[in-house]
């Protein structure tokens, strides 16, 4: 079946560091990929996606490449804020649309 | 654009006792989900509708859950009786359309559930 695999936290950075989180996942097909980014006492909000391999999304500093030949979907941030502060899931949506997400990674940034 | 909507945010019952969670999705989405997302874990797809009928329950324990979405718009979600391992928290999220390449889903708040 499918699968999601993505680094443990907690993550703890301080501001301006480089924010590297690592997702691989197993599926059959293309699936699409996705981050979505939880705050603290919010629900889940769409960070980005990719639909195809070597397409890259990006949104609010952040990126991701889907890399058909390694699995993988890392997310990336260049300089972090004490705002992206947050648990942070990778997913992929299967063939029938459904969402599978990885079990997620806390990212703790200080000032 | 109003986003969706749940309630209670906060639910603590004893094992055993009943417990219902509400959702009302982001208007014009005919595909609303229900997940139960447990402490240290991601999201799992409890149940899936599109319109007022279920897609796919698979993952959904029937023995002691139920959902519905009467009407095709809110949806209740029931757990009769709880035991100590749903406590959780339960996500409702709505989309515009099934398809693998646009499958945005937009979350709710979600309730917390606390099982003593």
């Known amino acids: 079946g499918n699968s999601v695999t993505q680094m443990e936290g907690p993550v703890t950075l301080s501001e301006e560091a480089f924010l590297t989180i690592n997702c691989t996942y197993t599926?059959?097909?293309?699936?699409?990929l996705f981050w979505y980014v939880q705050y603290p006492g919010e629900g889940l909000q769409l960070l980005l996606k990719?639909?195809?391999?070597?397409d890259k999304g990006s949104n609010k500093g952040f990126e991701a490449t889907y890399r058909k030949e390694t699995t993988s979907f890392h997310l990336e941030k260049g300089s972090v804020q004490v705002s992206d502060s947050a648990v942070y899931f990778c997913?992929?949506?299967?063939?029938?649309?459904?969402?599978?997400f990885g079990a997620g990674t806390q990212v703790v940034v200080t000032p | 654009e109003a986003g969706v909507a749940q309630s209670p945010r906060y639910k603590i019952i004893e094992k055993r006792q009943s417990v219902a969670f509400w959702c009302n999705p982001i208007?014009?989405?005919?595909?609303l989900y229900w997940y139960q997302q447990i402490l240290g874990q991601g999201p799992k797809l409890l149940i899936q509708?599109?319109?007022?009928?279920?897609?796919?329950d698979s993952q959904l324990p029937k023995d002691r859950f139920s959902a519905e979405r009467l009407k095709g718009v809110d949806s209740t979600l029931k757990i009769q009786p709880a035991k100590l391992e749903d406590s959780a928290v339960y996500l409702c999220?709505?989309?515009?359309?099934?398809?693998?390449?646009?499958?945005?889903?937009?979350f709710g708040p979600g309730t917390r559930l606390t099982v003593l």
């Open positions: 999220a709505s989309s515009l359309v099934v398809d693998r390449a646009k499958n945005e889903q937009f």
């Open positions: 599926a059959t097909g293309y699936p699409s």
């Open positions: 990719a639909t195809k391999a070597d």
């Open positions: 997913a992929l949506v299967d063939s029938w649309g459904k969402l599978q």
């Open positions: 208007s014009g989405h005919a595909t």
């Open positions: 509708f599109q319109n007022n009928g279920v897609v796919d």
